[in-house]
């Protein structure tokens, strides 16, 4: 019996009748699995009674099943929250803290202020467009929907001609949102250039602070990249750093968009 796992010292063991001493032991075999279940199934399971069960929860400092099966709940994330990496392989361990790092420094570098502001700005204009190429057409496309969902007059481009063609024609009172990784694709470059001619507004969510298309852009939501890709020969890295943006920004926008009406 494992008494110091559920924090109950060895008076308090010996304090529980039978039934109540059993209770502690089943759970203690089937810790991971008892924050899933109810007190009925726990009574089905162990073969006791629901009064034994919140008996022996209130007996060890709890007011019921349901406040064990909290505690239990976070002492288990705590304990276990980087336990499965140490069981596998080293570069898959890399890779998995890679994703986690892209998502947690993405976070950090985003300011709220500016978020606000590029909330503000795509619910003031006529029509939002939506311009990307490669692998970050997908986020875009997403975007594109969900700003639709929310009665926004949105549409989303890829072609690099179409690109080129619009952004000649977009007026001030409408708005562009870019979607590129590096930010030097010609044809998003070549579109931003035209837009700041007309004096359209635009909004880059990329992570490269430094590029061409970042330094056009009147607003610019930065993620972080890692350094590390496992398909260096072809440029196919992780977008996740633009995903975060572009979750957190429509989000914000929903939320916004809500206690606005």
């Known amino acids: 019996m494992s008494e110091i796992s559920l924090g109950i010292s060895i008076e308090e063991y010996q304090s529980l009748s039978t039934a109540e001493r059993y209770l502690i032991e089943y759970i203690n075999r089937n810790i991971e699995t008892i924050p ?13 009674s629901t009064a034994t069960i919140v008996r022996t929860m209130k007996k060890i400092g709890y007011e019921g099943f349901t406040s064990f099966k909290q505690t239990l709940k976070n002492n288990i994330a705590d304990e ?9 392989d080293q570069e898959i361990k890399q890779a998995i803290l890679k994703n986690e790092a892209e998502v947690t420094n993405t976070i950090k570098m985003l300011k709220t202020g500016l978020i606000e502001d590029a909330i503000q700005k795509i619910m003031s204009v006529d029509k939002l467009y939506l311009f990307a190429r490669g692998f970050s057409e997908m986020i875009a496309s997403e975007m594109a929907v969900k700003f639709q969902l929310l009665e926004k007059n949105a549409e989303m481009h890829n072609d690099p001609n179409i690109i080129r063609s ?15 990784l590096n930010g030097f694709t ?16 635009t909004i880059t969510i990329t992570a490269n602070v430094d590029s061409p298309l970042a330094e056009l852009s009147e607003m610019v939501l930065v993620g972080y990249k890692s350094p590390h ?4 020969e072809y440029e196919v890295r992780s977008r996740l750093p633009l995903q975060v943006i572009s979750r957190i920004l429509l989000d914000a926008y929903a939320i916004r968009r809500r206690s606005e009406l």
Do not use: D, G, M
Not at 36 to 48: C, D, M
Not at 80 to 88: A, D, L, T, W
């Open 80 to 88: 276990s929250k980087y336990e499965f990496i140490e069981q596998v």
């Open 166 to 180: 619009i952004s000649k024609r977009i007026t001030p009172k409408e708005l562009v949102l870019f979607v590129s």
């Open 36 to 48: 899933t279940l109810s007190i009925v199934k726990l009574s089905e399971l162990a073969n006791v």
């Open 229 to 232: 890709s496992y398909f260096p």
């Open 186 to 201: 010609e044809e998003l470059v070549e579109a931003c250039k035209n837009l700041k001619i007309s004096n359209v507004s």
